[in-house]
Structure formats: C-alpha cells, structure tokens
C-alpha cells in the first residue's frame, strides 16, 4: 500500500525525540507528585487544601469546570463544523477529539478528587436523587466520556487499520496492537456503511450532549442562593466561556504538534485563519456574555451582589479579575479581527494567552462568590476569610492537568494526528475526477 | 410479683426509655434476647435473676451469665420524625447579650471540635443609622431547605416533624448543601475530629444515629444543628434552650401552638403577633422554622462586646 507511505510517514507514529521523551518526563514526575498528594489527602483530609467552611469549593471545582469547559470543544469543531459543511476543518479534527476526549475523562476524575469520601461513591448510584444538579452531572460525565471516546475511535478504524497493514512486516507486535483495535477493518462497503451511520449519530448526539454538559455545569452554581452564581445568564455565559476555552487549547496543541511534526504542508496559514476566524467569533459572544453577568448588573444591583461585583471589580480580586478579563478575553477578540494575528504563530500566543485566562477565570467565578455570603462570615479563624490554594492542592491540581497533557501526547504519539484515510480517500477522488476532466 | 414492681416496670416501660437486655445464657432455650425485654434485679448480687422471655414467661437466669446492653428504642423513622409534631424555635434578639452559654453548651453537647460552631451570635448591624444588635443563628429547618434540595445522596433529608437532619454515614462529603445553604450554617468535619468522649468508642458507634449530631462526626461529612430531637424524645429542650441565661430560645411546637424557653410557655402565634416576629432571609422563600423577634427595648448591646470574637466561637483547650 505505497499511497499510504508519505502520509503515514508525516502523519503516523513517530518515536519520541529527546525533547519529547523530557516532556514525558517531567508530566510523570508532575502526576507522581500529585498522586503523593492526593494519597496523603485521603488519609489526613480534605484539612490540607485552604478551603474551610465558607470557601468550601475552591481550585478543585475551577479546575473541573475548566476542563469541562474545553472538552467543548469536540461539539464546536467536530460536530458544528460538519453539519455546516466546513471542509476546512478536517486537519483539525482529530486533534479536537484528542483534547476533548483527555479533559472530558480529566473532570470526571478531578470532580472524585474534590470530593472528601471517594470511598462512598457508589452512594451516588445507590441512592441517587434526580432533582440534585450532582446527580445530572453523574449521568452526563459519564455518557459524554462515552461519545468522545466512540467519536475518536470509530473514524480511526481505518487508520488503525492502515497501521496494522503498515507495520505487518517491520513491527509484529505493533501491528498485532493495531490489528486489535482494527477490529479486522478491511474497507468493506458494509463496514464503511456502518461506520458512516455511525459516526452521523454521533455527531448529531454530541451537540446536545455538549450543550447539556456544559449547562449543568453552569447550574451546580445557579441553582444555588449566592451571589454571584444564582444567575439565568449562567447557562449560555458557560457554553460560550466553553468554546473559547476549547478552541484556545485545540489551537494551541495543533501548532505545538504542526511545528514538531512539520506539518505545514498539512495545516496551512489559510486552515489557522479559518480557525482564528472562528476563535474570534467565540471571543466576541463570550464578551457579550460577561457584559450580561458583570456590567449590566451594575445597575440594579443589590447591596450583596454590588459588593460581591465591587471586589471583581475594584477590590480583592480586581487585578486577577482585569488580567483575565482584558488580556484573556477583550484583547485577544480585538487583535484576531486582523488577518496577521490569525497567523499561526500570533494565533497560537494569543490562544495560549486565552487558555490561561480561561483557567483563571473560573477559578474568578467560584471563589470570590464563596466569600461573600448573605450573613457576614464572623467566629471562624482569621484565614478562613481568605482563600489560595495549598501545595497539595496545586500539586494535585497540576497532576490533573499533566494527566490531561499526557493522554494528549501519547495519543498524539501512536494515533495519525490528521485522518490519513480520509487523505488518501480524498487525493484518490481528486485523481479521478482529474482523470475524468483530461478525458 | 407484687403491685408495687409491676408499676415500676410498667412506668419504665412508659418512659420511652426501654432497656433491653441481651444475653448469653447457658443453654438453648434464651440465645436471642432481644431489645424490648424487661428485666428486674431480685436481692443482692449472686442470687437468681427474673427475666420474662416472649412469651411472656417468667425465667430465672443467674446474672453472672448476662451482659447488660443499653439500647436505645427509638419508637419512630428516624427519617420520618416524631409523629405529629412540628419543632419551631423562636430567638428574641431583644435579650441576647452575647452570653455564648448557648453557644458552649452546644458546642459541649455536640462534642464540636471544628473551628466553626454550629449555633453562633452575629455582631449584626444594618447601616452606619441603625442600632447594631446580637443575633444567634442556628440550623433554619427550613420547610423548603435549599440543602435538602441539592443533596445528590439523600444524606440530607427533610422530616415530618420540621427537622432538617444528616445521615453521616452516608454524605459523600460533596459540600454542595453547603454551598446551597443561605444561611452559613453548616460546617464540614475537614479533618479526623479529635473528640472524647466519656463512653467508649465502641458505645457511641453503637448509638450514633441522625438524631444526635457530632455524636461521634464523621471525617470528610457535613454537620449542623440538630435541633436536639435525643433531648426532644426525653421530653426535654435543646442545650442551647437551657443554657440560656437570658431565656432568649424559645422552642416549642407549631402544632400545639406552644413554645417555651424553660421559664415561661406562651402561645407561639400571640408570641409572634405581638412582638411583630419575622424569618430571617423570607424573600428567599426557604420557609425556615425559626422565627425572630426584633431587637426592640433589648438589653444593652455593649455589655456583650466582652464576650465578642470575631475570630472563634470554639474555645479549644489551651495546648502547652
């Protein structure tokens, strides 16, 4: 199968390089540090995280909705963009996968971590109640993790199928590996016809299923008395925070994985204008959003929530909130309305720029509400009036996030990061019908 | 039997009080005593014990053979309350003084050792123009609490009687009642709570039950007023009630209409009428079972200022 070779050879697996063997490295060194952590909290716990009474959430739920908020993004560029027939989105397809698939299984376990008797978990089964917005998100998490996986997996049987032939004579034990996931995939019409129905099922499925993720995720806050959190624009304000989180991390690991694998042959300036075109658009109508939850309020604000809006704005938090507001969100919507910031290389600063931010902002969005009860916080220690995480939550917290990386790279390692039979199919109908217009 | 011990028994058995007996005799006639069983000491140690058995037959047992257990019979659902009743408290802010013995015999009786009480006297006070004034908050009990509503368990349920209880051996230590409770008045056992208590540790796994909080708490689990339904069932008023100095808790039932504070019963709704009592937080529509009664002619509100801290309301043992 020689039309495979160059494709696979850019696009396939590759051995990690130096750099690339660090990187793995140092994530596991980062994971083992926050499993040292997270085993010393179940034995002493929950006492050495800073959270205490009033800040009862702290970086742990932030973390969660952040990686919840980016697994998004597999809705956004996956689905969203096929059912409105964007061919450019192939190149970044499968990489949205990857990430999506990596933060949706990361807020699954982060949302465990937060909570202090992982032992009990099965009470949430057992004696589950419908009417708790934790029940919706037991039934979501789960249900979403499914279709990421199934929406990465069925479109790679070829792929996976390329590799086993590939690597049938050079590497048996690869091969046999990739033959097992192929499940003994030979492009027969009955199968590419399965597939197709498939994966059209899945796609439609996944829009719902992100906008319902992500709005659950917006109520574990809103069906709450607090400041800040009770809000009707939560839902839509968290769905576009979503998108502008996923993409910024997608674009973010398609220039890392372009530039190391030099796939610019692949993905082209005019797919990372496209995309930025796209960021923009999220950025512009998450800015929107943020007007109905910060500034309008001004306005008819009662003295808990002017209060609560005064230390974003002015007080407490007021650098974090401005950094994150201003060079997380309003800059980066102004600059990619310009051609040249779409160009991969500023496109991937601002996104990184917007992906922090992104983190940051949710960290905004649940601390400072819990600070500001409707009784004034009296009787309880001087630093229960205050919240930053401790150095097991940060050891925890950037073991989640590591963990999230990892998946990322090793997929990236062994998985086409671009369909390459969807290439090969694709330069194929593009030699016959040159074909056809030569006859 | 004579008269006289059938009556005592019969008053014993009435106290609501049972004790069982369980015991491990000799023999196979009596290998299942269960709770419920009545049981007399006749004369001095070392002689014969009476004992009734199901059927109601008389047995003479020697009570080197027996182990007294104390089992407390509960006579209602713990998750259903105690049959038509409906606990109400009403705190007149106009003779709270910032005493805190509420608050220490709460703390006392609940064995907290968390940073955070669970019943606590707020420096209230509205605007710079207003009078400020001392205000003890405890669990609302609410009629549609906000915690109840979240729990993904049912670790937190609502009960017929009014009261807003905790199964601890069930939380999974989520927080999100916590985080729904507008009125701050749970608390979470973050680490091991170094509690002591006189039983043995044996004794008090056996007893904990939702209806006594803290009795022992549970790490990674939420905790909270009770509203002392244990001293309830003995016909008696919650810690804070008694403890008191001031006669500010007033706890009663809706139903009977009646509420007391330990030195004088009055009506609930002419209590309320005539002192134009309220609920804290009523636009929220949590329906609390709490009802205030406003600061007015109130005791002078410095004299509390001594007691005040804004930093504790658990004393802890001073560590060397």
């Known amino acids: ?439 | 039997m004579d008269e006289n011990t059938k009556d005592t028994r019969r008053k014993f058995l009435n106290n609501g009080w049972k004790l069982g007996l369980a015991s491990i005799v000799g023999g196979a006639a009596l290998t299942h005593l269960k709770e419920g069983f009545a049981f007399e000491t006749k004369g001095p140690a070392g002689e014969k014990m009476e004992l009734m058995d199901v059927d109601g037959n008389i047995i003479e047992v020697d009570p080197i053979d027996m182990e007294e257990v104390d089992l407390e019979q509960v006579t209602h659902n713990v998750r259903r309350g105690i049959p038509g009743r409906k606990f109400t408290m009403v705190v007149d802010l106009a003779k709270c003084q910032n005493a805190l013995a509420c608050q220490r015999s709460c703390n006392k009786h609940h064995f907290v050792t968390g940073d955070n009480a669970w019943l606590k006297v707020y420096k209230m006070q509205e605007t710079e123009d207003t009078s400020p004034y001392w205000m003890p908050t405890l669990c609302m009990h609410c009629d549609q609490p906000a915690c109840v509503t979240v729990c993904p368990v049912d670790a937190t349920f609502k009960r017929e009687d009014g009261l807003v209880l905790i199964d601890n051996d069930r939380c999974v230590g989520c927080r999100f009642c916590m985080a729904a409770c507008p009125y701050s008045t749970r608390v979470f056992n973050w680490n091991e709570p170094k509690q002591e208590f006189e039983m043995n540790m044996d004794m008090v796994e056996e007893m904990h039950s939702p209806e006594h909080a803290g009795m022992p708490s549970i790490k990674g689990t939420v905790d909270k007023c009770d509203f002392c339904p244990h001293q309830a069932e003995k016909g008696e008023l919650p810690h804070c009630v008694t403890a008191c100095p001031n006669g500010v808790f007033y706890f009663g039932d809706k139903n009977e209409d009646v509420v007391t504070n330990g030195n004088e019963t009055v009506r609930l709704s002419k209590l309320l009428e005539e002192n134009a009592g309220y609920r804290l937080f009523e636009d929220l529509g949590t329906e609390p079972s709490v009802y205030y009664l406003p600061p007015k002619d109130r005791l002078p509100f410095e004299e509390g200022l001594e007691n005040y801290n804004e930093f504790q309301s658990v004393e802890k043992p001073d560590v060397p």
């Open chain 1, 1 to 439: 199968m020689s039309k495979y070779d160059q494709l696979i050879k850019d696009l396939g697996p590759r051995k990690f390089s130096l750099k690339g063997k660090l990187w793995v490295a140092l994530l596991l060194a980062v994971i083992v540090a926050g499993i040292i952590a997270y085993v010393d909290q179940l034995i002493e716990g929950q006492v050495v995280t800073n959270m205490r009474d009033y800040v009862l959430w702290g970086v742990y739920i932030s973390n969660f909705v952040f990686f919840v908020a980016t697994s998004f993004v597999a809705a956004v560029v996956v689905a969203a963009l096929r059912l409105t027939k964007n061919e450019w989105r192939r190149p970044f397809v499968r990489m949205a996968q990857i990430v999506a698939l990596a933060c949706i299984i990361m807020a699954g376990i982060t949302i465990i971590i937060d909570m202090a008797r992982p032992d009990r978990m099965m009470n949430l089964f057992i004696h589950a109640r419908l009417q708790s917005p934790i029940t919706w998100d037991v039934i979501i998490i789960p249900t979403f993790i499914v279709v990421s996986l199934l929406l990465l997996y069925f479109p790679l049987l070829g792929d996976l199928a390329i590799l086993r032939d590939h690597y049938s004579e050079t590497n048996k034990k690869l091969s046999k590996i990739y033959g097992f996931f192929a499940m003994k995939w030979r492009w027969s019409e009955q199968q590419i016809k399965l597939q197709g129905k498939s994966i059209r099922l899945l796609v439609l499925m996944i829009i719902p299923l992100g906008l319902i993720l992500e709005s659950i995720d917006a109520y574990l806050f809103s069906t709450t008395y607090r400041v800040g959190w009770n809000s009707t624009n939560f839902g839509p304000y968290f769905i576009s925070g979503a998108m502008v989180s996923g993409l910024g991390a997608l674009i973010t690991v398609v220039y890392i994985v372009r530039k190391n694998k030099q796939l610019q042959n692949y993905i082209t300036e005019y797919h990372f204008d496209k995309i930025g075109k796209l960021f923009n658009l999220t950025c512009l109508i998450y800015v929107y959003f943020n007007i109905n939850e910060y500034l309008v309020p001004l306005f008819t604000a009662k003295k808990g929530e002017s209060e609560h809006l005064e230390t974003l704005l002015r007080g407490e938090f007021a650098i974090p909130f401005w950094i994150v507001t201003l060079a997380g969100l309003v800059f980066p919507a102004i600059l990619l309305m310009f051609q040249r910031f779409r160009k991969p290389r500023p496109l991937y600063l601002i996104a990184i720029v917007v992906v922090l931010g992104a983190w940051w902002k949710r960290y905004l969005i649940v601390t400072p509400t819990l600070l500001h009860p409707y009784l004034p916080i009296q009787g309880v220690p001087e630093n229960w009036h205050h919240y930053f995480p401790s150095v097991h939550e940060w050891l925890i917290t950037g073991a989640t996030l590591a963990m999230a990386l990892l998946i990322i790279t090793l997929l990236i390692r062994y998985v086409p990061v671009i369909s390459i039979d969807r290439l090969a199919e694709e330069e194929a109908e593009r030699l016959t019908s040159e074909k056809k217009a030569a006859a």
